[in-house]
């Protein structure tokens, strides 16, 4: 079974930087498509990004031109690079399959300072 885990969080000013990651594990592990949500205090979950197989990217109006999503098949892991950070980016983060989602980890919070 498909399992993953995010990493990479932290706490930054405005204008800085991260990157996340999100590591995949499990047996019979295949080519999955992998996406970033993340959930602001008082706030729903939201999709940020994801990536395809033949990586393809995609990524929300409020991520769009700050962060960049890259996938290595060979570590099996997925990044999400984040630029630019915004204090609205606060949140706590996460990583699934954007189709036929798996069990919510932990996540990781990233937390930005105005």
């Known amino acids: 079974q498909l399992m993953l885990e995010e990493s990479g969080g932290g706490m930054v000013q405005s204008g800085g930087s991260l990157n996340l990651s999100c590591t995949l594990s499990?047996?019979?592990?295949?080519?999955?498509?992998i996406g970033w949500f993340r959930q602001a205090p008082g706030k729903e979950r939201e999709g940020i990004s994801c990536?395809?197989?033949?990586?393809?990217?995609y990524y929300a109006d409020s991520v769009k031109g700050r962060f960049t999503i890259s996938r290595d098949n060979a570590k099996k892991t997925v990044s999400l690079q984040m630029n630019s950070l915004k204090p609205e980016d606060t949140a706590v983060y996460y990583c699934?399959?954007?189709?036929?989602?798996?069990?919510w980890g932990q996540g990781t919070q990233v937390t930005v300072s105005s």
């Open positions: 699934n399959r954007p189709n036929v989602m798996v069990s």
């Open positions: 990536i395809t197989n033949d990586d393809q990217s």
């Open positions: 499990g047996t019979n592990l295949g080519y999955y498509a």
